[in-house]
């Protein structure tokens, strides 16, 4: 089967990937000399002179982060093509965002998006939703930037406390010199950077995959361009309907009411370039998500007869794009690194659009109402600060991330679990209009709890191959050993002893979490607010 193809990082590979880490920083030094004079509030939204090219760029760069580089076309490889109906919940959440949500927060002229929630509601609301807004944020890019330097430490030799270390301080370096400007800037770079890593790897492995026709038959005869799945179970991990329906759920928490992707929306000098923006970077969106499908199918083709998971080659799916890029570029000096320097842009613009979102709703929600009387330069230095203090917190995240073993996934689905709350809440305020503070509050806790029981029940206990139906993947008849597919690894002990709980209600597809969320919040929300009497149209 596939032979050893770890530890081949040259000198080359090196410099191409240090050459990222530099552009990045001389981004962020340039707007720090640039815009030295600027008060505190441009560091935070770029002046709210952000024109929608830079900041389509940035948005597509930070929504695509290495877990989507590394996992999507793992994915692709081990349940087939059906990972391209993405492209409809895109759809739907790009426009429901530019239409619903962005021209309300906008028009507020609002910093921190949960000062809607003050205005709208209570300031108890506000503190709540930003509190869960921090611990969630600093969970996920914690497991962003431990993920995909984990996976490459293991295919490439990559050091891999030197790479999480790297992004910690480079992104903490330009978030705190630059701000919005410099994130969004060096973003729209990393951008670039994946588009031309993910094309380089699409050209070469269809070369040596036989080429596009041959990539397709394979894939088809086994059973990977079986997109179209209309089953209705909400128990199936992908079908039409829940990555459709539950992704457009799933995705709308993250972005529609998501502060990082709402403070680069104001940033930009009228509601007509913001909305723009979010258009534009639908198409951005779809061409990483085609890239990443067409990787994933490249790879099956290239491994039909040879999969180096099941040979022991590798020990996690995540390895696989890695594995595959060092196998196919591994013979050109500098092509590997390109291919890490595209991973790591993912996780370079997702973790810098965290740190400053972070430092922007802790100003605005905390700093800002315990200190009314900051000084401009004192409201500047105490945002450069808060930058340090989140990089810093992401940074050891990722370092604690290492020690959580399983429950990396946990933390990942806490998007999925606290946007769906989020999104209800939200959306209890502009749809809504006879929601009162009762309604939101109770709304708030009865969507988390319910998320959070059915997301840390899954984790207990993991979904049947009869929902997750992962296909079946061929090695050469050297090896007799049975396979180890990740299926089997999670049907330990936990799960002989399955409850109709189990079986159901935790076996609902992670895509649905949000929309559970989401649904919990309306109705609590509504029903409270009827209850409490102040129920006014």
């Given at each position: 089967?596939?032979?050893?193809?770890?530890?081949?990082?040259?000198?080359?590979?090196?410099?191409?990937?240090?050459?990222?880490?530099?552009?990045?920083?001389?981004?962020?030094?340039?707007?720090?000399?640039?815009?030295?004079?600027?008060p505190?509030?441009?560091?935070?939204?770029?002046?709210?002179?952000?024109?929608?090219?830079?900041?389509?760029?940035?948005?597509?760069?930070?929504?695509?982060?290495?877990?989507?580089?590394?996992?999507?076309?793992?994915?692709?490889?081990?349940?087939?093509?059906?990972?391209?109906?993405?492209?409809?919940?895109?759809?739907?959440?790009?426009?429901?965002?530019?239409?619903?949500?962005?021209?309300?927060?906008?028009r507020?002229?609002?910093?921190?998006?949960?000062?809607?929630?003050?205005?709208?509601?209570?300031?108890?609301?506000?503190?709540?939703?930003?509190?869960?807004?921090?611990?969630?944020?600093?969970?996920?890019?914690?497991?962003?930037?431990?993920?995909?330097?984990?996976?490459?430490?293991?295919?490439?030799?990559?050091?891999?406390?030197?790479?999480?270390?790297?992004?910690?301080?480079?992104?903490?370096f330009?978030?705190?010199?630059?701000?919005?400007k410099?994130?969004?800037?060096?973003?729209?770079?990393?951008?670039?950077?994946?588009?031309?890593?993910?094309?380089?790897?699409?050209?070469?492995?269809?070369?040596?995959?036989?080429?596009?026709?041959?990539?397709?038959?394979?894939?088809?005869?086994?059973?990977?361009?079986?997109?179209?799945?209309?089953?209705?179970?909400?128990?199936?991990?992908?079908?039409?309907?829940?990555?459709?329906?539950?992704?457009?759920?799933?995705?709308?928490?993250?972005?529609?009411?998501?502060?990082?992707?709402?403070?680069?929306?104001?940033?930009?000098?009228?509601?007509?370039?913001?909305?723009?923006?979010?258009?534009?970077?639908?198409?951005?969106?779809?061409?990483?998500?085609?890239?990443?499908?067409?990787?994933?199918?490249?790879?099956?083709?290239?491994?039909?007869?040879?999969?180096?998971?099941?040979?022991?080659?590798?020990?996690?799916?995540?390895?696989?794009?890695?594995?595959?890029?060092?196998?196919?570029?591994?013979?050109?000096?500098?092509?590997?690194?390109?291919?890490?320097?595209?991973?790591?842009?993912?996780?370079?613009?997702?973790?810098?659009?965290?740190?400053?979102?972070?430092?922007?709703?802790t100003?605005?929600?905390?700093?800002?109402?315990?200190?009314?009387?900051?000084?401009?330069?004192?409201?500047g230095?105490?945002?450069?600060?808060?930058?340090?203090?989140?990089g810093?917190?992401?940074?050891?995240?990722?370092?604690?991330?290492?020690?959580?073993?399983?429950?990396?996934?946990?933390?990942?689905?806490?998007?999925?679990?606290?946007?769906?709350?989020?999104?209800?809440?939200f959306?209890?305020?502009?749809?809504?209009?006879?929601?009162n503070?009762?309604?939101?509050?109770?709304?708030?806790?009865?969507?988390?709890?319910?998320?959070?029981?059915?997301?840390?029940?899954?984790?207990?206990?993991?979904?049947?191959?009869?929902?997750?139906?992962?296909?079946?993947l061929?090695?050469?008849?050297?090896?007799?050993?049975?396979?180890?597919?990740?299926?089997?690894?999670?049907?330990?002990?936990?799960?002989?002893?399955?409850?109709?709980?189990?079986?159901?209600?935790?076996?609902?597809?992670?895509?649905?979490?949000?929309?559970?969320?989401?649904?919990?919040t309306?109705?609590?929300?509504?029903?409270?607010?009827?209850?409490?009497?102040?129920?006014?149209?």
């Amino acid at each position: 089967c596939a032979g050893d193809v770890s530890g081949t990082f040259v000198s080359w590979d090196y410099v191409v990937f240090a050459c990222l880490f530099v552009v990045s920083s001389g981004i962020g030094v340039f707007f720090a000399v640039k815009e030295r004079k600027n008060p505190s509030a441009d560091f935070l939204v770029g002046g709210r002179q952000m024109t929608f090219g830079p900041v389509a760029l940035s948005l597509t760069a930070s929504f695509m982060s290495a877990v989507t580089v590394l996992g999507a076309p793992s994915d692709v490889y081990r349940f087939g093509a059906s990972f391209i109906i993405f492209g409809v919940a895109y759809t739907f959440v790009v426009i429901a965002t530019a239409e619903l949500f962005v021209p309300v927060f906008y028009r507020s002229r609002i910093t921190s998006t949960y000062e809607y929630l003050e205005l709208r509601f209570c300031r108890g609301v506000r503190v709540a939703a930003t509190l869960i807004y921090i611990v969630q944020t600093i969970l996920y890019t914690g497991v962003v930037v431990y993920a995909p330097a984990l996976a490459l430490n293991q295919v490439t030799g990559f050091n891999l406390w030197g790479s999480i270390f790297a992004t910690g301080v480079v992104c903490t370096f330009y978030c705190t010199l630059g701000g919005l400007k410099a994130v969004v800037w060096t973003d729209a770079f990393q951008m670039v950077v994946m588009v031309v890593g993910f094309l380089t790897v699409l050209v070469q492995g269809t070369q040596r995959a036989g080429g596009v026709a041959s990539v397709w038959d394979v894939a088809n005869k086994g059973n990977r361009l079986d997109v179209f799945d209309f089953d209705f179970s909400p128990l199936r991990r992908h079908t039409f309907w829940t990555i459709s329906v539950g992704g457009t759920f799933t995705w709308l928490g993250i972005y529609g009411v998501n502060q990082s992707t709402i403070q680069r929306c104001i940033s930009c000098r009228t509601e007509t370039h913001a909305r723009l923006a979010l258009y534009f970077n639908l198409l951005g969106l779809l061409t990483i998500l085609v890239c990443a499908v067409s990787s994933g199918l490249i790879m099956y083709a290239f491994y039909t007869h040879c999969d180096p998971w099941t040979a022991g080659s590798i020990t996690a799916p995540d390895q696989l794009m890695p594995y595959f890029v060092m196998e196919v570029l591994g013979e050109f000096p500098g092509l590997p690194g390109l291919f890490v320097a595209c991973a790591f842009s993912g996780t370079l613009s997702t973790v810098a659009a965290s740190i400053n979102a972070l430092a922007t709703v802790t100003y605005e929600d905390f700093v800002k109402q315990c200190c009314t009387n900051l000084s401009t330069k004192a409201s500047g230095w105490i945002s450069k600060g808060l930058c340090v203090v989140f990089g810093v917190a992401c940074t050891m995240m990722a370092v604690t991330a290492s020690y959580m073993g399983g429950i990396v996934q946990a933390a990942l689905s806490i998007h999925g679990m606290c946007g769906g709350p989020m999104l209800g809440l939200f959306s209890l305020g502009i749809i809504f209009p006879w929601t009162n503070s009762q309604g939101a509050a109770g709304g708030l806790i009865v969507g988390i709890a319910l998320s959070f029981w059915v997301g840390i029940g899954a984790f207990i206990y993991p979904a049947q191959e009869i929902h997750t139906r992962p296909l079946s993947l061929t090695r050469l008849d050297i090896h007799h050993e049975p396979h180890n597919t990740c299926e089997c690894q999670n049907g330990d002990s936990r799960v002989l002893h399955r409850s109709p709980l189990a079986d159901h209600w935790y076996a609902i597809s992670y895509l649905y979490y949000s929309a559970v969320g989401f649904t919990a919040t309306i109705t609590a929300g509504l029903l409270i607010s009827f209850l409490t009497g102040t129920f006014h149209l």
